[in-house]
Nanobody, 114 residues
Framework: QAALVESGGGSVQAGGSLRLSCVAS???????????MNWYRQSSGHEREFVAS???????NYADSVKGRFTISRDNSRKRIFLQMNDLKPDDTGVYYC?????WGQGTQVTVSS
């Protein structure tokens, strides 16, 4: 099984919401807790771009394009991070990846229709 596994993608209309999840199922707790965890996304024809990050102590950072609409969180006891995405826009369409250092998940597709 991959180190990072995303889920929760889907298709929604503009203005809708989705919640993505990423689990590091192979980690022991101390390993997971030591990492800054990130979400990235990649849309067709574009480079992969940073979306949000969260530290072990839950300090979050966001790309300007998602501030006020997306919320990153983590549950260290479950070795998971989440991305709550509200007020979705067609420009949010893409494959969303969970990341830490040089590890990447397989991605989950988010499609927002106008």
């Amino acid at each position: 099984q991959a180190a990072l596994v995303e889920s929760g993608g889907g298709s929604v209309q503009a203005g809708g919401s989705l919640r993505l999840s990423c689990v590091a199922s192979r980690d022991i707790l101390s390993t997971f807790n030591s990492y800054v965890m990130n979400w990235y996304r990649q849309s067709s024809g574009h480079e992969r771009e940073f979306v949000a990050s969260i530290t072990r102590t839950h300090t979050a950072n966001y790309a300007d394009s998602v501030k006020g609409r997306f919320t990153i969180s983590r549950d260290n006891s479950r070795k998971r991070i989440f991305l709550q995405m509200n007020d979705l826009k067609p420009d949010d369409t893409g494959v969303y990846y969970c990341n830490r250092n040089d590890e990447w998940g397989q991605g989950t597709q988010v499609t927002v229709s106008s």
